[in-house]
């Protein structure tokens, strides 16, 4: 998913990421020298995967300047 965000958002960006329970996401964006790291404690709970995707595109991405 973050990948592919990535890629729609810049072309040709290399991007790596990890996710974990609860939505916990690291985002490194090689090019930009640019690593994101999201944590959340909620744990064993639906959704939390979506609600730290958003945070990443709507909020974070958005912010840096294309």
Not at 46 to 57: C, P, V, Y
Request: overall charge negative.
């Amino acid at each position: 998913m973050v990948v592919e965000v990535v890629q729609e958002w810049r072309e040709e960006l290399s991007a790596f990421y990890m996710s974990g329970n609860g939505g916990n996401k690291v985002v490194a964006i090689l090019e930009l020298d640019l690593a994101i790291v999201i944590t959340s404690t909620n744990y064993n709970t639906r959704g939390m995967h979506e609600q730290t995707d958003k945070i990443l595109t709507d909020y974070v991405l958005a912010a840096v300047e294309k």
